[in-house]
């Protein structure tokens, strides 16, 4: 699926669309640059899980955990970690096996440390509030 969106509420609807389809154990892999639009991407994904906490990145802890309705949701943002093993002590492999919505910004970080079986979502940033996405699921 490939969407382009002009605006961070479309971004936020779109993220919704997607949001009515994810499983307990899903896990959510967001790659693109700055600004990209992952974060808001991760605001929509949450408020339709029922999350009613404000998402914004989890920037100096790689991980921010979420009551949603029907799941926790971990949301990871690995921009921070440099090398693959800044990431051990998260204890990834034992979040990917919960039954949580896990949602992972800067997702390329973990090379091949990422779940076979995940959604994939690639943001482009074509101008100032143009964004192409594409949504990939393994
Ligand atoms: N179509 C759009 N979709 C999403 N965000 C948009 C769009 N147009 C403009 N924006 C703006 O782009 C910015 C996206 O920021 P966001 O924090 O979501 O990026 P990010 O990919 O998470 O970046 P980072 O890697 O720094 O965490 C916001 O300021 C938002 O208002
Ligand atoms: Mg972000």
């Known amino acids: 699926m490939e969407a382009k969106t002009t605006s961070p509420q479309q971004t936020i609807k779109l993220a919704q669309q997607l949001a009515k389809s994810l499983k307990a154990g899903d896990v959510v892999a967001l790659f693109g640059d ?7 991407f991760v605001s929509g994904l949450a408020k339709s899980l029922g999350v009613k906490n404000r998402v914004t990145s989890p920037t100096f802890v790689f991980l ?8 926790s949701i971990n949301h990871i943002d690995l921009y921070r970690g440099e090398k ?3 990431f051990k002590d998260l204890g990834l492999d034992e979040i990917f096996t919960k039954n949580d919505i896990t949602i992972i910004e800067w997702a390329q970080r973990l090379e091949d440390k990422l779940p076979k079986k995940r959604i994939d979502v690639v943001f ?11 949504i990939i699921s393994y």
């Open 34 to 40: 700055l600004g990209a639009g992952k974060t808001v």
């Open 124 to 134: 482009k940033k074509i101008d100032e509030k143009t964004r192409r996405i594409k």
């Open 64 to 71: 921010k955990i979420y009551k949603g309705r029907d799941f």
């Open 84 to 86: 693959i093993t800044d």
